[in-house]
């Protein structure tokens, strides 16, 4: 099978309210400084040939990718298994308190997590079950092609486990910045990170 590409797009920045905060599920819009690096992630992808986009439901996601919409570029197929993960009873909380309380370090608290640590939350078999199909579906439908993936952190590190056949909890230290890209080819023979969290906001390209 021809090589399928993958950009891997974190939303963008979002409102002051949510920010290091376990968001998840709370629906919130970008932060005006979000608007600008959404901008900026439309300039470094409009010049790429993209078959098609793929994305959360969430606004903060939708609002990311409105920049880029229009003049011939896909409309975004919307798929709710790429909503963000459930934190559970960490929704809300700082990663700073969190970390307090549970006596995690920076690269712990996915682990926490994928193991079903923390009350009410998405284990790793759970979030596996709904991104996975989303996964099979792109690379399925785009054999040769070049396609957009618009979603979240969590999201970005679940579909990076997925493509490397590694448990997710080991992608707690991988840094997924707003308004990401991230590059992966999926391949008949295996898959290939690229490149990881490049941010064109702060590149300047």
Request: charged share 20%; proline share 7%; net charge neutral.
């Amino acid at each position: 099978m021809p090589t399928t590409r993958l950009l891997l797009l974190r939303h963008a920045e979002v409102e002051e309210s949510f920010q290091h905060l376990f968001g998840g599920r709370v629906d919130m819009n970008l932060s005006p400084r979000g608007h600008e690096q959404a901008a900026a992630l439309a300039a470094h992808l409009k010049p790429v040939p993209l078959a098609a986009i793929y994305a959360s439901p969430m606004k903060r996601v939708q609002q990311t990718l409105a920049p880029l919409l229009g003049n011939g570029t896909p409309r975004p197929v919307v798929l709710p298994g790429l909503r963000e993960m459930d934190f559970g009873d960490w929704t809300g909380k700082s990663w700073h308190d969190i970390a307090a309380h549970h006596q995690l370090s920076s690269s712990q608290w996915l682990e926490q997590l994928a193991r079903g640590a923390v009350a009410n939350a998405e284990s790793e078999p759970a979030l596996r079950e709904r991104v996975e199909p989303c996964w099979r579906q792109i690379v399925r439908d785009h054999p040769g092609e070049t396609v957009a993936v618009a979603c979240h952190g969590g999201i970005v590190r679940m579909l990076l486990a997925i493509a490397l056949d590694l448990p997710l909890g080991r992608f707690g230290s991988f840094e997924v910045e707003y308004a990401s890209v991230t590059v992966v080819e999926a391949r008949s023979d295996r898959n290939i990170l690229k490149s990881l969290n490049y941010t064109p906001w702060q590149n300047g390209k």
